[in-house]
């Protein structure tokens, strides 16, 4: 198993610009998370998703973030105009959900530089 | 606010030493206590976690102690290798899906 693809793996831009970032979740696991990490804030659910559908978005920051899972296989976020307190790495984990030990399994990470 | 407090922020331990990482939570609807180990540029990895049952579980050099009375938990680790150097995370879980991260340690040991 691959585990799970997130693509970039760095990007930089320019302040005002879209970004979007892309996660491929491990075949079968039926829960996908979006974090943030930074320094100062340490690692930040931002949104996660249940057999596709968004649960608790509570932790997206502002209207300029939305993320979207149209299936199974793939979830993006999106930063639109984004800003240079917006750089962070943006991990997806994914997980089973059912069971009692959901292990979430983490992405390599996209590290995000607005310039 | 934060639900799961973790100190401390950084630690420095002898090379053979123990290292211990403390975390407390005041949510008592927490039902599963992860502890998740990040080497730099990869993503936290599960270590080892815990029932709110059980007092204690150990893997290896990793043992975590959980006192439900205090809500307070730690992560242990035994003879600390240079290889153990990486920031860990406690956790606790709030909901079927959704796990509360602490704001991390990281743990360097020396030589």
């Known amino acids: 198993d691959a585990g799970v693809i997130q693509s970039p793996r760095h990007e930089v831009t320019e302040m005002g610009q879209e970004v979007t970032l892309r996660c491929k979740p491990i075949?079968?696991?039926?829960?996908l998370f979006w974090y943030r990490q930074t320094m100062m804030r340490g690692l930040e659910l931002l949104i996660y998703?249940?057999?596709?559908?968004?649960?608790?978005d509570s932790g997206m920051p502002e209207d300029r973030f939305s993320a979207k899972m149209p299936n199974a296989s793939f979830s993006t976020l999106k930063i639109q105009p984004s800003e240079p307190r917006d750089s962070a790495v943006y991990f997806c984990?994914?997980?089973?959900?059912?069971?009692?030990?959901?292990?979430?399994?983490f992405g390599p990470g996209t590290r995000l530089t607005v310039l | 606010q934060q639900q799961v407090k973790q100190s401390p922020q950084s630690l420095i331990v002898q090379k053979g030493g123990i290292s211990i990482i403390n975390c407390a939570y005041e949510?008592?609807?927490?039902?599963?206590f992860p502890w998740y180990q990040q080497f730099p540029g990869k993503g936290p990895a599960l270590l080892i976690a815990?029932?709110?049952?059980?007092s204690e579980k150990k893997e290896g050099r990793f043992t975590i102690s959980f006192n439900k009375s205090a809500k307070q938990f730690s992560l242990h680790i035994m003879d600390s290798q240079p290889g153990d150097s990486a920031t860990y995370f406690c956790?606790?879980?709030?909901?079927?899906?959704?796990?509360?991260f602490g704001s991390g340690t990281r743990l360097s040991i020396r030589p």
């Open positions: 815990i029932r709110p049952d059980v």
């Open positions: 075949s079968g696991h039926n829960s």
């Open positions: 984990a994914t997980g089973s959900r059912g069971g009692f030990y959901n292990e979430q399994f």
């Open positions: 949510n008592t609807a927490f039902d599963y």
């Open positions: 956790a606790a879980r709030e909901s079927a899906s959704k796990i509360i």
């Open positions: 998703f249940n057999n596709n559908v968004p649960i608790d």
